[in-house]
């Protein structure tokens, strides 16, 4: 009988919360950020700044494969390197996502020249 009783207060308690802790935060729901994506999906393989452990992985510290620019880097995020772990984004981020990140994983590398 105990249970019947806690069940509902611990869905109040979770309700209660969860209402609190959204009204605390900004009512308009704001797209995630470029760093915040990249620590999502990219940071286990890519490492933080860039610094990955692996050096094929690296951002820094090492010639890029595909190009500099960072339409480059938007088409390697979209469709993926074929036969290597880096996989397509496509259908996973959004177009504007995807942007954010590659002007994001851009700005890793500081011997690059800052795009018009
Ligand atoms: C599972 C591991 C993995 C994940 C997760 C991953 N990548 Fe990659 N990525 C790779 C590998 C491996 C390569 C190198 C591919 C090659 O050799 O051509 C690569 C290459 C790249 C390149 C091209 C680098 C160059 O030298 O031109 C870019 C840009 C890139 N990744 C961006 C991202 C972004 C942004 C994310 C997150 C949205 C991401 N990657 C997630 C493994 C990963």
């Not at 772990?85 to 177009?95: A, C, D, I, N, Y």
Request: overall charge positive.
């Amino acid at each position: 009988m105990r249970q019947v009783i806690l069940i509902p207060a611990i869905l109040a308690i979770a309700v209660i919360s969860a209402s609190s802790a959204s009204s605390a935060s900004s009512p308009v729901p704001q797209a995630p950020n470029a760093a915040t994506l990249y620590r999502v999906h990219c940071v286990m393989c890519h490492g933080p700044m860039g610094k990955a452990a692996i050096p094929a992985m690296a951002f820094i510290g090492r010639q890029w494969k595909h190009g500099t620019k960072s339409a480059d880097m938007v088409k390697i995020i979209t469709e993926g390197v074929t036969g290597t772990p880096m996989m397509s984004f496509k259908g996973k981020l959004k177009v504007d996502e995807i942007k954010a990140l590659a002007a994001h994983v851009r700005s890793f590398d500081k011997t690059l020249p800052p795009e018009k």
